[in-house]
Nanobody, 124 residues
Framework: QLQLVESGGGLVQPGGSLRLSCAAS????????IGWFRQAPGKEREGVSC????????NYADSVKGRFTISRDNAKNTGYLQMNSLKPEDTAVYYC?????????????????WGQGTQVTVSS
C-alpha cells in the first residue's frame, strides 16, 4: 500500500519549535518532490513549503520564510519540516504530499500521494 505518514505534531507554546516527519511506505520517496501543506479551522488548505527530489531546491510561503526549514533524508525515505519561532497563526493540521515532478508552487491537485495529517497547535 502506497502511503505517507506524518508525525511530530503537538501542542507548543508561542516561540517554540516542532519537527514534523513524513515517512513513505510502499514507494521510494527519493524520486518524488515533497510538499507540506496546512489547513487551519475554517480556512482553505495552503502550501507551506516544498523540496525537490534531490533536496537541492526548496520553496517557502512568505508566512513561514526564515522560520521553517524543509529537508529530506532519502536514505530513510523520509521528509521533514522544522518549524521554529512558532506563532498561534501556525495552528493547523499539517499534511505532507509527494509528486514526481518538481515545480515550486505546485497546487494540491498536482500531488499524487497525501498523508493523513498531523495537528499542530500553538498556544500558551
Amino acid at each position: 500500500q502506497l502511503q505517507l505518514v506524518e508525525s511530530g505534531g503537538g501542542l507548543v507554546q508561542p516561540g517554540g519549535s516542532l519537527r514534523l516527519s513524513c515517512a513513505a511506505s510502499g514507494f521510494t520517496l527519493r524520486y518524488y518532490a515533497i510538499g507540506w501543506f496546512r489547513q487551519a479551522p475554517g480556512k482553505e488548505r495552503e502550501g507551506v513549503s516544498c523540496i525537490s527530489s534531490s533536496g537541492g531546491s526548496t520553496n517557502y510561503a512568505d508566512s513561514v520564510k526564515g522560520r521553517f526549514t524543509i529537508s529530506r533524508d532519502n536514505a530513510k525515505n523520509t521528509g521533514y519540516l522544522q518549524m521554529n519561532s512558532l506563532k498561534p497563526e501556525d495552528t493547523a493540521v499539517y499534511y505532507c504530499a509527494a509528486r514526481l515532478i518538481w515545480r515550486p508552487g505546485a497546487t494540491m491537485g498536482e500531488y499524487d500521494y497525501w498523508g493523513q495529517g498531523t495537528q499542530v497547535t500553538v498556544s500558551s
